[in-house]
């Protein structure tokens, strides 16, 4: 048997419990995974709590990461006692997430973990790490391009007191960058500064209805938030600069005009994790296990034990966890 959040929909709407499963109940797969720790993202809170229809079959155990050990595997690239990391390719949404005990999912989904890093290192960054990684890597792709070096300009952080933001803070602040974190928190000024924002400024100046072009301002800008923040974004980075958009918790919609990237040839980079290519993924967390120290880690991540998800699950839509949860799901 074995302990899992089970989501379920019936006639009378979508639940989630804490449930024991035989392991005979795991979906087909190359490896069967002993997992250690999972987290709490924002796609898995939306699952949770069904406020948007991010499971797409049911009955479904929720968790679009998970890090653990491998116990059985039929793929020579795996083999039993392998530490082993994995980050989207729909589990969680199509296929059983790392929200329980064991997972047996495909060996093309499984990354090793990398060097210097423990399972539970891995789960505090997470996907929300691995995305603000794959954000920074395409500015500095696009900067490299361009011939614009560190400290150059500011580089704006949108929804910086979250797991993306928190993570792309220090990824960027590490490489040189000034950072100004923006975040409707502002009790958080003290820690985001600790990561190395050099400046914190109020979401409310960036998530109202702005004009198409505004004064420039960011060489680049990682935004996990969308709607009137990622337009405001837009309109106000410098000629030539870029922006990374992977998130959306102030809405999907992008109220915005062309004027930023016809006028000003601002390039914006669509970020996804889900299925990104693996040697993408691969240099992602090997940046990772490079910029982060468990000092860091620590001040970032919060532990909760596995039944704990389910109500702190509301918590992280309202935004109102800082960084990072990991779950520990043999606690």
């Known amino acids: 048997m074995l302990r899992a959040l089970l989501i379920d929909k019936t006639d009378a709407g979508q639940t989630c419990t804490l449930a024991e499963l035989p392991e005979a109940r795991l979906p087909a797969g190359d490896v069967t995974v002993r997992v250690a720790y999972s987290t709490l993202n924002y796609k898995d809170a939306l699952a949770i709590t069904g406020r948007a229809p991010v499971v797409r079959q049911f009955p479904m155990v929720p968790g679009i990461d998970l890090a653990g050990t491998v116990e059985a595997s039929d793929d020579p690239r795996f083999r039993p006692g392998d530490a082993v ?3 989207g390719w729909g589990v969680g949404e199509l296929h059983w997430g790392g929200l329980a005990q064991r997972a047996r999912v495909r060996a093309d989904w499984l990354l090793p973990l990398p060097a210097g890093l423990t399972a539970w290192d891995a789960m505090a960054l997470g996907t929300a790490g691995y995305t603000a990684a794959l954000c920074v890597q395409a500015l500095e792709a696009h900067w490299a391009a361009q011939g614009v070096a560190p400290g150059s300009g500011d580089v704006l952080v949108t929804g910086a007191a979250g797991g993306v933001g928190s993570v792309a803070v220090r990824l960027l602040a590490r490489a040189g960058h000034r950072v100004v974190a923006s975040t409707g928190r502002p009790q958080e000024e003290a820690w985001l500064r600790a990561l190395g924002a050099a400046e914190v400024i109020d979401r409310a100046t960036l998530a109202a209805p702005g004009k198409p072009l505004q004064k420039e301002r960011w060489i680049g800008v990682v935004d996990a938030v969308g709607s009137h ?3 405001n974004a837009c309109a106000s980075t410098r000629y030539g600069g ?6 959306l918790a102030q809405g999907m919609d992008f109220p915005a005009t ?7 040839g601002v390039t914006l980079y669509g970020i996804d994790s889900v299925m990104a290519p693996r040697a993408r993924r691969e240099a992602a967390w090997q940046r ?4 982060f120290d468990a000092a860091t880690l620590q001040s970032m991540t919060r532990t909760i034990a596995l039944e704990e998800a389910i109500a702190a699950a509301p918590q992280v839509l309202a935004g109102r966890v800082r960084g990072r949860l990991v779950v520990d799901v043999n606690a």
Not at 242 to 247: E, H, K, L, Q, T
Not at 258 to 264: D, G, K, M, S, W
Not at 288 to 291: F, I, K, S, V, Y
């Open 242 to 247: 870029a922006v990374a958009a992977c998130g």
């Open 229 to 231: 923040t990622l337009a």
């Open 85 to 87: 990391l994995l980050n």
């Open 258 to 264: 062309v004027a930023p990237f016809i006028l000003r």
């Open 288 to 291: 990772l296990a490079r910029d």
